[in-house]
């Protein structure tokens, strides 16, 4: 049921969107032409190589990065209203860098002693995500509040030292510096289908979740009193929050490392276009932040040939200034 | 007739202090009555709207329609009480008909779907508060006055038996104060709701209450109708402040003119009283 206009924009762009999205699979350092990758998509004749480029390379690169940019806004958009604070998201926090800790943490293991425990990479992200933004919340809270200025500061603190320990993991595990690189600025290259199942099963899953505690997160946007006086029970809808959150950051980061900002801006953005009602903004920054990683990544790959940027380079270069934004107007509005 | 809201020796004290915020407090409060609670910063009055919500852990009793409010869940509380403090301050800027389906969030199914019955509530809401014109309007476009309506509005809608308003006139002129006073007066005539008021005002609570509770670290001083207890003596006593007492000779309401001439002799009468 369409309940107002801004709904009604957010159904109608959808389908250019997702066009959008497919004909990325265009761009990389072969060109595709568009309407070739339609064609193979469809499952009409095209040359083999082609086809092999578009199915088995581009399509699940563009698939986990439109799952790791659901993921991660999402995730963005629920801290925020968990938090009460416009700022915070997976990379602010310290979930994805200790996300990244606990991934590198379960390779290098792997690695030196027991194999099989590659297999344990998101579990070890997660716990580690746990801990990073246990340390953040803990560290920034004073007197039940979280006030921007510590949460933003402590976040700092939190991604420096899990950054440092990735780094010492890498040097002292693989005694490879390259690889440092894709952990700390992510990358969707490598990108194969299991990837994709299974950041795609957690993204979907979790967009479904948070769509259906929105009224609970549009109630605790007034404050966690206000949400209590409508019946919410805070402390288990923010536990709950907290570790569905860490779950699918930790999944999406171990798979593509970490990407900043993008958990930041694009739930900033959806709110602009369609509204804070969660149950809009949650599946629109969801389709945003998929797109966003979408695009850059596509830049990432294509404009830079024979070689690739980090794609948390762009996303960086994008949200930095639109973070800078953000806090600008947040001071002037207190 | 059993008693709508009792309240047994209730106390607490706040982690890391040694005195009761609030020690041993006993009322009851009828259905349809309107109470307006009195007394100096920290003497507890939050303290009790907060044991009343079950918001912290009180010793004591209080019972809700017969129920150990304790024992009832957080949902099937919310659908009973309403609260209106200060001010509202959602962190995004939202439509006011968005804000006022928020009161029904309690009664919805878990995607926040709203039945006709919401509607019907969120109608009657924005119709009593007349504020149905500003539906559209963005929430942080309007003025202190009108998102503190917008603010009872949401609590309309939730369609609470008591109202507990916490110094929800503090941040008002006095327009805006006597707007949403007259309005909840309004809410109490038409569905024999109750309300529970702190003020800071003490002439507010006088005009606004059928009864009056004086608090004074963290005991219930006085009760009674604003008549009998606002007296000059009680208000030196509990506020340490001199002031007169007028009643308006229209209806019998009384005033209190705080007196901000040299007061030395009534400084100097205290000495007398001290050493006699």
Known sequence: MVKNSREGIFWITLPFILIFILANIAFGP????????????????????????ILQLRLPRILLGLGVGAALSVTGNAFQAMLKNPLADPYILGVSSGAAFGAILANVIAQ??????????????????????????????RGGKLPTTELILSGVIVNLMFGAGVTFLIVYGWRDVQVTSFWLLGSLSGAGWHDVILVGISSIASVVFFMSISKYLNAMVAGEEEAAYLGVNVEMMKLTIFVVGTLVTAIAVSTSGIIGFVGLIMPHMSRRLFGSDHKISMPASAILGGTFIVACDTVARSAFTPSEMPIGTIT?????????YILRRRVQNV | MSEFLKIENVSYSYPKSSKNAIDKVNFTVRKGEIVGIIGPNGSGKTTLMKSILNMIDYKGN??????????????????????VAQEFAPIYDMKVSEIVEMGRTPYTNLFGDLSPEDKKHIEIALEDLNIYHLKERMFYS??????????????????????LLDEATVHLDIGNAQHLLLKMK?????????????????NQ??????????????????TGDPQTVLTKDMIEEVYGANCEIIKDPRNGTVNVFMDLEDNSDALFCDVLKKYS
């Open chain 2, 186 to 202: 309004e809410r109490v005539k038409k569905f024999g709701s109750t309300i529970i008021s702190t003020f800071h005002d003490i």
């Open chain 1, 316 to 324: 960086a270069l994008i949200g930095a200034p639109i973070f800078i």
């Open chain 1, 30 to 53: 072969v060109y595709i032409p568009v309407l070739e990758v339609f064609k193979a998509l469809v499952g009409m004749k095209v040359p083999l190589t082609d086809k092999i480029i």
């Open chain 2, 142 to 163: 309007l003025s202190g006055g009108e998102r503190q309506i917008v603010y009872v509005a949401k609590v309309f809608a939730q369609n609470p038996d008591l109202f």
């Open chain 1, 112 to 141: 030196l002693y027991y194999p099989n425990f590659v297999f344990y990479m998101w579990i070890f992200a997660f716990v580690f995500g746990l801990v990073a933004t246990s340390l953040t919340y803990f560290v920034s809270r």
């Open chain 2, 62 to 83: 209080i019972k809700f329609y017969d129920q150990e409010i304790k024992k009832i869940p957080r949902r099937s509380l919310s659908k009973k009480i309403g609260v």
């Open chain 2, 205 to 222: 609570a006088s005009a606004f209450s059928d009864r009056i509770i004086i608090m004074k670290s963290g005991k219930i001083y006085a």
